[in-house]
């Protein structure tokens, strides 16, 4: 660690903090990947402004007292102090360095942020294989390559781990007899990949891509350069383009079960969508709401059989067939759904709590300039070994074209991409 970091605990933080100056604090934990993300970020910016502003750690499960007082819920989570007073954002989770440098330069002023700005060197890295992006098909490419003894370097621009983690649970991956939480199954193959010696470079912005020189600028500062590229960005929810939806992300309208569904417990919530996500994510909510209505386009689900069935006995899921939504509202506190009956083109409103968007995904490709080649739905054409138009770039997992898109198809995407680029690296 820097040695213009210190590591402090709750009695020298209570003396300190009475002291004049800039302060930012990280409060840290054991087993968090969001903190092993962070501090390689945290330490090579004290680096840069621990002249001016004080850089603390505490370990935030020997200092409970500490994080209770200061209202801190969640490893990491970054503070930052001037003359003993809280300023600036919090920051927690996947913490950008880029949010760092903003609430850092805020406290020094832009004098003396664009002078301390001209102290940060560029640096270049290289590597065999870059994996940008963290899902199974990423993680999976980076344990096989990184056991063969190959450098590998795996950028994402959020924690690895992918939409798996913020999945309930996981029934249908091979090796759990009971369903698996996603967010336990992930962590297990992020510290699979990290024994192998895979190199992590998380919740970083991706400054620029040059597919190909092989070549991916993070942070506006660190290069890296490889002979072999992967793309394992997955896909996103695909958001269904009507008035309010934009609007009300994040204060009504949500794309994730997982992360919302307990904040709507007794309360009524309307789901779009009747694929394997909608049904399953529904059954999640089930456990806080007090009902929940599914909006569908068709007359019958395209759910497997085994969801479907939970579905129709679950008493508080009820079905809307052959609707679709054509307007998201809010009424005070609560939301509004217009939506049109397909046959008729009738409309009626829906008054409900909340809404969850599950109607498919779309390939996270806005980052590669439209240089490879795609299907006519946009996915990436591939070979199959993996490998695109594009020589050495391969692509795997849901960001590829193929007619499935499980986590077990993209653990398979993984581990032929990484066989084949291997292969390739050996001449």
């Known amino acids: 660690m820097s040695d213009k970091i210190l590591n402090i605990n709750t009695d020298e933080w209570e003396n300190k903090s009475l002291l004049p100056g800039k302060v930012v604090l990280d409060f840290y934990s054991t087993e968090c990947p969001p903190c092993e993300a962070l501090a390689p970020k945290f330490e090579s910016l004290s680096e840069v402004y621990g002249d001016d502003v004080n850089f603390y750690k505490i370990f935030r499960q020997e200092n409970r007292s500490l994080a209770d007082h200061l209202d801190v819920k969640s490893s990491p989570t970054v503070l930052f102090f001037e003359n003993g007073r809280e300023v600036g954002e919090r920051l927690s989770g996947g913490i950008r360095r880029a949010d760092l440098v903003r609430n850092l330069e805020i406290m020094l002023g832009p004098e003396r942020s664009a002078e301390l700005r001209t102290q940060i060197a560029p640096r270049k890295t290289e590597c065999d294989v ?18 063969a003894k190959v450098r590998v370097i795996l950028v994402d621009i959020a924690l690895p781990g992918g939409q798996v983690s913020t999945t309930h649970t ?49 942070d506006a500062m660190e290069t890296i350069g490889a002979h072999k590229l992967i793309i ?67 007359d019958v689900l395209q759910a497997n059989r085994t969801a479907q069935k939970r579905a129709f006995a679950e008493p508080k899921i009820s079905f809307l067939f052959e609707h679709e939504p054509r307007e998201f ?54 070979d199959e070994q993996m490998r695109t138009n594009l020589s050495g770039v391969f ?6 074209s193929k ?9 398979s995407d993984g581990t032929i991409a990484a066989i084949a680029a291997a292969k390739e690296l050996e001449g």
């Not at 870059?130 to 056991?147: D, E, K, M, R, V």
């Not at 336990?184 to 024994?195: D, F, P, S, T």
């Not at 009738?346 to 080649?373: H, Q, S, Y």
Request: hydrophobic share 40%.
């Open 232 to 298: 394992a960005t997955g896909a996103s929810p695909r958001p269904l383009g009507i008035t309010g939806e934009r609007e009300y992300r994040g204060k009504g309208v949500s794309y994730c079960a997982t992360c919302d569904g307990k904040y709507y417990q007794d309360r009524d919530v309307i789901v779009i969508g009747g694929g394997n996500s909608a049904i399953e994510e529904s059954l999640f909510i089930a456990k806080f709401a007090r009902s929940i209505t599914i909006v569908h386009q068709f």
């Open 170 to 218: 996981v029934s249908n991956y091979p090796g759990f007899s009971e369903p698996v939480p996603g967010w336990m199954l992930m962590h297990h193959m992020r510290e699979q990949a990290k024994a192998a010696g895979v190199e992590f470079r998380s919740a970083v912005d991706v400054t620029s891509i040059d597919l190909d020189r092989k070549e991916v600028v993070v």
């Open 329 to 382: 509202r809010r009424n005070g506190k609560d939301m509004e759904v217009e939506v049109e009956k397909l046959r008729t083109g009738e409309r009626k409103t829906i008054p409900c709590d909340g809404v969850f968007v599950f109607a498919g995904m779309r390939p996270n490709l806005d980052l590669f300039n439209g240089l490879l080649t795609l299907d006519e739905w946009g996915y990436v054409l591939t």
């Open 403 to 411: 007619p499935f898109r499980q986590i077990t198809t993209a653990v």
């Open 395 to 400: 692509a795997v997992g849901d960001v590829r």
């Open 130 to 147: 870059l994996i940008i992006g963290g899902g199974p098909s990423g993680l999976t490419a980076g344990i096989y390559l990184a056991q």
